[in-house]
Structures are given as structure tokens and as C-alpha cells.
């Protein structure tokens, strides 16, 4: 009978080729194996390295060399992973941690940017010209300047560049410095023409001749923000004033609607106005003066009275050719009166002269006049109102224009809150109109297939899938039956040993059951010799047996019929 312990299993054929022109020894085929192993296995270690792999996002760009070995030494203090782009010119870390390293950095004062300031000066060496001397003080100027113009929200950085000329002490050599700004300003962020005046004032300022008009500023798209006939166009617009002109048309439209609103509904009304204001300064000085009055109403100012006698005789009478002639015959009587007797004796005594002068005061009125800016020069209201909506009593709603009685009522409050001045010029429109229903917002929803989140999910899964796929099959496919190979337990070895068990089990058994038989057979002729059985009991042992044990008769019969 053969037994396990006597089996000797062939060794399996060669499985690999020969490679180099060595012999495939057991000891060279198991190297080789190990060596398929360790490969294999350094490849599922890169697969599940690659797929552990954090996604990389951009932490600062366009940084100088000082900035970014800040950064990086900030970095590998905080144990932050990090890498560079392609190009150099950015730092990258993985996308979970960017937000937090940001904040870090910027609690050390990273980046700090290119700009160094008054603290070049501090580290001048001995011995130093002239010429670096200058150099230096411009640089910090311009640095220092750079970070005052950073302070405005709306510039992330900036760049200022100044051409300042060599002294001369010839006037007619003499050049005036210039400057150049670049700004680069936030997303979505704009300077307006007030800001721009006041960085280019700022600039001017702190250099010494440098006019406003030298100052050049450019954006970071390349528009030049500090166009001259910009400048001279806004230069008589106040924004103070603007504001108040916009303010003052929303009060106005304000307490219209409130006082509407209650009637008609808050959203069943609009209404906009226009005002003219006048922000000219204006100052008027008056000197009037009124008609004289009569002597006995008026007030005397000053009153000088002379009087003055001549005693001696003079030449009197009429001067010329009429005095020297004859005296003309005359035709009527000479009667004298007395009152001409006394004039000619009284002339002929002496001349005797009075002069009176009065003058009176003259009424004077001076007025003068400053008017305020900021008047209203003229104001115009326009209201829409909308259908009044009624609902029946079926609930059915229906629209329906205003009365006359009631667009009468709208429009004498609308007077009232906008404080009408027919003498100004003011004017009012309402309008009853039936509005037109706000459209609706179509909001176009992304499939499921291209919506960011499910692409960022969908790439993450399909990157370990991927990696998992990838470990399964190199272990199942290389690995765990390289690793059978070098231990002996290949799938031929494990089938041939499998095998020659199950025939040695067999081989087994079947000696087991012919013993059976032949003892049973044994015992069965002794007994019938005892006994003198007849070929009856023999029967039945049969069938009894049969029945106890029927894999034992289908050996014997197998047996049999072998032996035939």
C-alpha cells in the first residue's frame, strides 16, 4: 500500500526564461521572483503614494526672491508642504491648508513686496559715493511713497518711479522732476477722478518742485488715469454737491411714496424727481436815493448867510459903446418915482451885497444782499401709479384705472410733499398706467454631470478607484503568485500536492473497505462451517450488509469488476 510519506512530487517546470544565459536553479529563480516582488511591490506603494496626494493650489504668485525665501523658511517652520509651479513664479500648497497659511503668513508681515523704504539709510557702509548716496534716497523715497499709496482699499500695490534731475546753478540747466505711478488695483475695484487728484497730490507733495501736472498714474490694464482733460473738465465739480443734489431728489421722492403708499399700495407706485439747484454764491449791494422833499418837510444840514457893503463910487451902468453915446430925445414926461429917487440916491451913496446859502439833507437807502447756494432753481416730479386691483365677491381679481377724483387727490398730495412752487416753475406729471408684471428669473440649472462640486467629487473617487483597481491587480496578478512561487506554493504545486492527497486518501479507503470485505467473507465462511449454513444466510448477510453499509458493496462490485 502507498502512503503520503512515500509520494515524491516531481518539482515544477520552469517558469520563467532564462535570462542573461543563466541556468534556472531553484536559488536563481527565487532571486528573480524576489526581486519581481520588491518591484511590484514599489510600484503599489507609488500607486497608493500617488493616490494620498493632496491637491495643490497657488499660496502667493509673482513674488520677489527676498519675499519668497521668507515664505519658504515661514513654511517649513509651520511643517506646511509645498512645491513650486512649473514656471518658478509661484508657491503652491495643498488646497485645504492655503487659506490658513495665508493668515499665518500674513501675521509675520508676508509678503512684504519689493518697496524698501527710509530703512535702506540704515545700512550704509563707510566710504560710500556720492552718486549711491542719491541712489539710495531716491529708492526709499520711492518706497516709502509706494506704501503710502498702497494705503488707499482700493490699491493692492503700487510702483512709483522718479525722475529727478541733477541740480545745476545755471537756471536756463534747470529741469523739473517727474514721477510715474503703476497701481495694481483689487478685483473689481476702480479709482474714481477725486482719488486720482489726490494720489497725484500726494505724490507732488512730497517731492520737492515736482508740480501736479508732472504726475503720471497708470492702472495695471495700462489706462492712464490721470488724463488732463479729465482733470480740467471735473475741476469746477464738487462731490459734496452731487451728493446733496442726489440726496435731496431721493428725500423728495421719499416722502412722496410714503405719503402715496397707503393708498395705493407700496408697490402699486414709483416716482422720480429732478432738481435744478443753484449753487452759485451771489452778493448785491444797493445805494438808492429818494426825490427831495419840500423845504418845510426837510431837514436842514447847513445854512451860511454874508452880506457886504461898498461905499465907494464906481463906475456903473453898462459897459460898451451904448453907455458913451447921447441920451435919445424923449417922448413922454420923465416922472420919477420916489421909490426910484431912493435906489439912486442909495447908489449913489454906496453898493451893498447879501448871499444866502441853505442845504438840506437828501434821503439815501443802501441795501445789501448775499444769496445762499443751494437754492432750488426748479424742481419736477414724475409719478406712475398703477391699476387699483379689486377682487368681486367670487374672488375673481380684476384691474381697474383711477378716478378722476382720485388721481385729483393723488396729485394735490404729491403738491404738497414736494413743496410745488408754481412761481419757480415747478412741475408735476402722474400717470396712471397698469405696470407690467416683473419677468421671471429663468435660472438655468447645470446637469448633475457639470456641476463643480460632483466633477471635484467624481475626480477624487475616480482617483482612488483608479488606485485601488491598480494595487488589486498588481497584488493578485504579480505579486501574491510570485510570492507563491518563492515559498513553494505555486497554483501547479498546490494543484499536484492537492491531488496526489486525494489519491492517497483513496487508495486509503479502498484497502480499508477490500479488508472489511475480506474479513466479513472470512468470518461468514467460518460461520457457516459451524453452523452448516445453507446458501440462505448467506443472502441475507448480503442484503444486511448492503443495507448498513452500500459504499462498501459498490467497492466489492468495483472490485470485481476490476479484477475481471
Known amino acids: ?47 497608493w503614494l500617488w493616490s494620498q496626494q493632496p491637491d495643490y493650489k497657488v499660496l502667493f504668485s509673482n513674488f520677489n526672491d527676498r519675499d519668497g525665501g521668507a515664505i519658504v523658511a515661514s513654511l ?6 509645498y512645491k513650486y509651479s512649473d514656471g518658478g513664479n509661484a508657491i503652491l500648497v495643498p488646497a485645504n491648508q492655503v487659506h490658513d497659511a495665508r493668515l499665518k503668513l500674513a501675521a509675520q508681515g508676508l509678503p512684504k513686496g519689493g518697496n524698501v523704504g527710509f530703512e535702506l539709510m540704515e545700512n550704509q557702509k563707510l566710504g560710500i559715493s556720492q ?24 490699491v493692492q500695490t503700487a510702483r512709483v518711479h522718479l525722475a529727478i534731475p541733477k541740480s545745476s546753478v545755471f537756471i536756463r540747466d534747470q529741469q523739473k522732476p517727474t514721477a510715474s505711478v ?19 497730490h500726494l505724490v507732488a507733495s512730497s517731492v520737492p518742485e515736482l508740480s501736479a501736472k508732472s504726475v503720471t498714474i497708470v492702472d495695471q490694464n495700462g489706462n492712464l488715469l490721470s488724463d488732463p482733460s479729465k482733470q480740467m473738465a471735473n475741476n469746477n465739480l464738487d462731490p459734496s454737491q452731487l451728493k446733496y443734489v442726489q ?6 421722492v421719499k416722502r412722496i411714496e410714503s405719503i402715496i403708499s397707503p393708498i395705493v399700495g407700496s408697490s402699486n407706485v414709483r ?33 451860511q448867510t454874508s452880506e457886504s457893503y461898498n461905499k465907494s463910487a464906481n463906475p456903473s451902468g453898462i459897459p460898451g459903446a451904448l453907455s458913451n453915446q447921447p441920451p435919445v ?33 437828501v434821503d439815501k437807502t443802501i441795501k445789501y444782499t448775499q444769496q445762499p447756494m443751494g437754492g432750488v432753481k426748479r424742481l419736477s416730479v414724475a409719478i406712475v401709479v398703477n391699476y387699483r386691483t379689486e377682487t368681486d365677491k367670487a374672488g375673481k381679481t380684476s384691474t381697474r384705472p383711477l378716478t378722476d377724483i382720485e388721481k385729483t387727490q393723488i396729485t394735490d398730495l404729491a403738491r404738497e410733499a414736494m413743496g410745488f412752487n408754481k412761481d419757480r416753475g415747478d412741475t408735476l406729471n402722474v400717470v396712471n398706467s397698469p405696470f407690467a408684471s416683473p419677468e421671471k428669473e429663468t435660472i438655468v440649472e447645470l446637469p448633475l454631470w457639470k456641476q463643480p ?27 501574491k503568485p510570485m510570492l507563491y512561487k518563492i515559498m513553494g506554493k505555486d497554483k501547479e504545486t498546490l494543484e499536484a500536492l492537492e491531488a496526489e492527497k486525494q489519491k492517497v486518501l483513496e487508495e486509503e479507503q479502498r484497502e480499508e473497505e477490500e479488508a472489511a470485505i475480506v474479513n466479513l467473507s472470512k468470518e461468514a465462511e467460518q460461520q457457516n462451517t459451524r453452523q452448516g449454513s445453507s446458501y440462505e444466510m448467506n443472502l441475507e448477510m448480503a442484503k444486511t450488509l448492503a443495507k448498513d453499509d452500500p459504499r462498501i458493496v459498490a467497492n466489492v462490485v468495483k472490485a470485481w469488476v476490476s479484477n475481471e
Open 76 to 81: 517649513q517652520q509651520l511643517n506646511v508642504p
Open 271 to 303: 416716482a422720480e424727481a429732478t432738481a435744478d439747484i443753484d449753487f452759485s454764491r451771489s452778493e448785491q449791494a444797493a445805494e438808492s436815493y429818494r426825490p427831495n422833499s419840500p423845504p418845510e418837510a426837510s431837514t436842514i444840514r447847513s445854512q
Open 182 to 200: 503703476l497701481l495694481n488695483l483689487y478685483p473689481s475695484r476702480v479709482l474714481d477722478q477725486q482719488q486720482v487728484s489726490a494720489i497725484i
Open 247 to 252: 440726496e435731496y431728489q431721493q428725500n423728495i
Open 453 to 479: 462640486d460632483v466633477i471635484q467629487m467624481a475626480k477624487e473617487f475616480g482617483k482612488y478607484a483608479l488606485a485601488a483597481l491598480v494595487l488589486a491587480y498588481l497584488f493578485f496578478g504579480y505579486l
Open 329 to 361: 430925445p424923449a417922448t413922454a414926461p420923465i416922472v420919477a418915482s420916489a421909490a426910484a429917487t431912493g435906489q439912486a440916491g442909495a447908489a449913489n451913496a454906496g453898493l451893498m451885497q447879501k448871499d444866502s446859502t441853505t442845504n438840506f439833507e
Open 131 to 154: 552718486f549711491l548716496e542719491q541712489v539710495n534716497f531716491q529708492r526709499a523715497l520711492e518706497g516709502e511713497l509706494a506704501r503710502s499709496i498702497q494705503a488707499v482699499s482700493a
Open 1 to 47: 500500500m502507498a502512503t503520503a510519506e512515500n509520494t515524491v512530487l516531481a518539482p515544477p517546470g520552469p517558469v520563467l526564461p532564462n535570462i542573461f544565459g543563466l541556468q534556472q536553479t531553484p536559488a536563481i529563480r527565487n532571486i528573480l521572483l524576489a526581486v519581481g516582488a520588491a518591484i511590484t511591490l514599489a510600484i503599489m506603494v507609488g500607486v
